[in-house]
């Protein structure tokens, strides 16, 4: 077993592959790698005739890099650790904090290897996996990864994760849940179990049931309430950090209500008076009309709408009124004698 420690202190206890099994896996792996390599340039060597022997070297070198460096890095990375040797003997890689390895540990184990493995016929992984605790090689300790067993040996007695639960069990945990004092549950072991359930899928089944178990009984131990008898300590684990979640939920809405500020509720414009040619106030329809206050009317609210003004007619608008002209004075009467004088 090895202690694989996470970014978040939680130990994580894989049982990491030796030099035997390593050895069979990279085994395999480099027969399918010299085999399509072989096959490929066969091929190549037979379809490009044509081309001059500089050529054909060179073609053969980026082939020969392709199959031995660049394949075995993209079959890692993209299967998340699991070559096809590794995955037929039940092996992977991940990091040594246990999270799956990226393109960056790949490449720098299948250059690293290229050079141990091929280069130099193996001599320095067989001693440094020999030599390490661990069994790891010098590509391991320089990308920071380990190979770990995905699958327990036969007759090891594996466990499946979460097996079915009998729906009267959760039913009478549920009652049970509602009355537990989760006050002496110290914070480092709630992270622990977050950080089990978050990888309850990246684990050994055994490994999982073990460590569960364990934390199970701390739990059980600290809250006065012992993991029901058929239940998987994985589902009680769950089932309790669901219901610390829930109470946390609950304060936390009590006191974004206790300290948020009471809003008075707004009027509705409309429901403002408006007034009318004569004066008085015209209710619009549709909208009811406030009632009419009593002799011992309570005071409005403070956040009633101010009464409007009284209505006041507008001053009519003088009119323009025309000078009057004087009068013209009168002409003298002259008798008709057909003439008549100059104006």
Do not use: C
Request: proline residues 13%.
């Amino acid at each position: 077993m090895s202690d694989l420690v996470t970014g978040e202190a939680v130990v994580l206890d894989l049982q990491t592959a030796k030099l035997p099994s390593r050895a069979l896996a990279i085994v395999l792996d480099l027969l399918i790698e010299f085999a399509a390599l072989f096959v490929s340039t066969l091929v190549m060597s037979v379809a490009l005739t044509d081309l001059d022997t500089a050529a054909l070297t060179a073609t053969m070198l980026g082939m020969t890099v392709f199959y031995l460096v660049a394949l075995p890095v993209m079959i890692e990375t993209f299967s998340h650790g699991r070559s096809v040797g590794k995955a037929a003997l039940g092996l992977r890689v991940v990091r040594t904090d246990g999270g799956p390895v990226r393109f960056r540990h790949s490449l720098v184990r299948g250059l690293v290897g290229f050079f141990e493995l091929i280069a130099i016929t193996g001599a320095p992984a067989v001693i440094t996996s020999a030599l390490n605790s661990d069994g790891k090689r010098l590509g391991d300790i320089f990308a920071g990864t380990v190979v770990v067993r995905e699958r327990t040996p036969a007759g090891a007695g594996a466990v499946s994760p979460l097996p079915p639960v009998h729906p009267q069990l959760l039913h009478d945990m549920g009652r049970e849940l509602v009355a537990m004092d989760l006050s002496a549950v110290p914070e480092p072991l709630w992270l622990a179990i977050r950080q089990l359930l978050g990888r309850i899928g990246q684990l050994d089944p055994a490994v999982t049931f073990r460590m569960s178990t364990g934390l199970a009984e701390d739990l059980a131990a600290r809250i006065g309430n012992p993991v029901p008898p058929g239940l998987h300590p994985a589902a009680y684990l769950g089932a309790v950090l669901t219901e610390r979640q829930r109470r946390e939920w609950m304060r936390a809405q009590q006191r974004f209500a206790a300290s948020a500020p009471v809003q008075p509720p707004v009027p509705h414009p409309a429901a403002a008076p408006v007034p009318t040619a004569d004066g008085r106030p015209h209710r619009v329809l549709g909208v009811p009309a406030a009632p009419a206050p009593g002799p011992y009317a309570p005071a409005p609210a403070p956040y009633a709408p101010a009464p409007a003004a009284p209505y006041a007619p507008a001053p009519a608008a003088p009119s323009f009124v025309k000078p009057a002209q004087p009068a013209e004075p009168p002409r003298p009467a002259t008798p008709d004698a057909g003439f008549a004088p100059p104006a």
